[in-house]
Nanobody, 117 residues
């Protein structure tokens, strides 16, 4: 049974930076599509960034150029570096591990990111 756990959220001023971490256990992150979602108050959960098993990243248009998703295979951890944060980036950020071919999915509990002055 796999698990993923997020950390690194917090309160940051507009224009600031944060790095979120997603530590995995029971799975090998390089064998999964690893994704970051976020959910703002009153809104649906949305995909922010993904990194595929081959290492290729993909981003939602609103975060391109500001967010970077990366993976450390030794630490079995995925990161989301967020720069130039805006108030609209506020929300709970979730890590999601997906093996589509085997229909295996894992969600973390989420970490709160608040961008406010």
């Amino acid at each position: 049974q796999g698990q993923v756990a997020e950390s690194g959220g917090g309160l940051v001023q507009p224009g600031g930076s944060l790095t979120l971490s997603c530590a995995a256990s029971g799975i090998i992150v390089s064998s999964y599509v690893m994704e970051w979602y976020r959910q703002a108050p009153g809104k649906q959960r949305e995909l922010v960034a993904a990194i595929f098993s081959g290492g290729k990243p993909d981003y939602q248009d609103s975060v391109k150029g500001r967010f970077t998703i990366s993976r450390d295979n030794v630490k079995n951890t995925v990161y989301l570096r967020m720069n130039s944060l805006k108030p609209e980036d506020t929300g709970v950020y979730y890590c999601h591990a997906m093996d589509y071919s085997r229909s295996i999915y894992y969600w973390g509990q989420g970490t709160q990111v608040t961008v406010s002055s």
